[in-house]
């Protein structure tokens, strides 16, 4: 089983911040150093230079070079994805796509979220963390007419009796190669959760998160070379 890293340049929120140190090393290696303990081996896609002629990367780790029409801000995730699939020298049913930008996440979410992924029959099991429920009151305007994002009783139902919401962390994604082949993408009919706490579910954009899940992993016990 392969983790997949992606990494790109070009950063508008904080330039750099995938090779940005964090206790001591670059962001994306907690992702690297995370996937190399807890699975078969990794794969970093990536389009910046400093990777890509680094010299230093364990065995178990390759490094893809990503094209630059899959390195764009918009660029969604799913062609990044089947572009380090068919660049895999070695079959493989399932990959394991873990985000460098969420270093919050414990060894233990990965092993769980995957053996919940095993049993459970999914064609992709993601991470997930408890969300604000009175997102289900809200609507879009379509011609001049609300609509509902869920059922439309939730519009009018007291914020205490609303279900429970989740919503993707980005941390974790365990995904089966066939199933994402076969629909062309991440959005696949059987999907399983897997429930991280808020406390680890944090996700860097800004100066202010990277300075944030830095100071959370130390005070964690997490010391200057990354190391809990």
Do not use: W
């Amino acid at each position: 089983m392969i983790g997949i890293i992606p990494v790109r340049a070009g950063s508008k929120g904080l330039p750099g911040k995938n090779v940005r140190p964090l206790l001591g090393k670059p962001l994306y290696r907690h992702a690297v150093d995370q996937a190399l303990r807890t699975l078969d081996g990794c794969v970093i896609s990536t389009d910046i230079p400093e990777i890509l002629s680094s010299g230093d990367l364990p065995e178990r780790c390759r490094i893809v070079k990503r094209p630059e029409d899959l390195a764009a801000d918009d660029t969604p995730m799913a062609p990044v994805i089947a572009h380090a699939i068919d660049m895999l020298a070695d079959a493989t049913d399932i990959v394991v796509l873990l985000q460098a930008t969420s270093p919050l996440r414990s060894d233990a979410d990965i092993r769980a979220a995957v053996e919940l992924h095993r049993h459970g029959g999914f064609d992709l099991t993601m991470s997930v963390t408890r969300a604000e429920s009175s997102i289900l009151k809200y609507g879009y305007i379509e011609d001049g007419k609300f609509v509902a994002v869920s059922h439309p009783e939730y519009c009018f139902t007291n914020r205490q009796k609303l279900p429970a919401v989740y919503r993707p962390n980005g941390a974790i994604y365990v995904i089966s190669v066939p199933a994402f082949r076969r629909y062309g993408g991440l959005a696949m009919p059987e999907i399983g959760a897997f429930e991280m706490p808020a406390e680890r579910s944090g996700d860097i954009d800004i100066l202010s998160d990277f300075v944030l899940m830095e100071n959370l992993m130390r005070a964690n016990g997490a010391t200057d070379s990354g190391v809990r």
